[in-house]
Structure formats: structure tokens, C-alpha cells
């Protein structure tokens, strides 16, 4: 069984910023690409951004890009998210995701997802 323990949400301002990480156990962490997805009251959840299993290809859906940064450290089992710029809109619960293949791309839809985390509220207020 795989846990997957989100931190680092919380208030912030517009333009400010947030780090999110995810502390992974149970499984060989640096063999599975992980994610980010995010969910707002009344929206489906979406995929935020993806890190590849070697940490060396990522993919950032169009509203984040240039604003988040995904990362990951093999050697801690984490992965994180760097969120500079905030805006209302990125308000949500957002998630943390292990996937079944090592690519960043085989993340990017829920079917690509074996576990998720429990999640992380981040608020940003205008």
C-alpha cells in the first residue's frame, strides 16, 4: 500500500506564494511519475503539472505555466510544487497523485493513477 502525504497549503495573498510537497512511502518512489491535480468546489479535478520518475521531464497545464515549478527528490521520496503569482483562481484542494507508468505524460489523466493523497486546501484571496 502506497501513502502519499500532502503539506505546505494554507492562506496567502494574491501574488504570493506557496510550496506544496508530498512525502511518499510504500512503494519505489523514484520508478513512478507523479502529479499534481487540483479540485475547486463545483469543478471537476485537474491535472496540474507532472513529473517524470527521473525528475527530468515535466508537464504544466496552460494556466500555471511560468508561474509553478514541479520538482521532485528521489533520495527523500518527494515530490513538491512551487507556486509563485497566485491568483484567486488557482483556489482549491490540490492532490497529490503516483502513477502507474514512469512517464510524465502517463499522469495527466486520472486512468494514468493508482494512489492519491488525501489533499491540501490553498486559499489565495484578492
Known amino acids: 500500500q502506497v501513502q502519499l502525504v500532502e503539506s505546505g497549503g494554507g492562506l496567502v495573498q494574491a501574488g504570493g506564494s506557496l510550496r506544496l510537497s508530498c512525502a511518499a512511502s510504500g512503494r519505489t518512489f523514484s520508478s513512478a511519475a507523479m502529479g499534481w491535480f487540483r479540485q475547486a468546489p463545483g469543478n471537476e479535478r485537474e491535472i496540474v503539472a507532472s513529473?517524470?520518475?527521473?525528475?527530468?521531464?515535466?508537464y504544466y497545464t496552460n494556466s500555471v505555466k511560468g508561474r509553478f515549478t514541479i520538482s521532485r527528490d528521489n533520495a527523500k521520496n518527494t515530490v513538491y510544487l512551487q507556486m509563485n503569482s497566485l491568483k484567486p483562481e488557482d483556489t482549491a484542494v490540490y492532490y497529490c497523485?503516483?502513477?502507474?507508468?514512469?512517464?510524465?505524460?502517463?499522469?495527466?489523466?486520472?486512468?494514468?493513477?493508482?494512489?492519491w493523497g488525501q489533499g491540501t486546501q490553498v486559499t489565495v484571496s484578492s
Open positions: 497523485a503516483s502513477g502507474r507508468g514512469s512517464s510524465a505524460r502517463s499522469v495527466i489523466g486520472h486512468g494514468g493513477i493508482d494512489y
Open positions: 513529473v517524470g520518475a527521473s525528475g527530468f521531464t515535466t
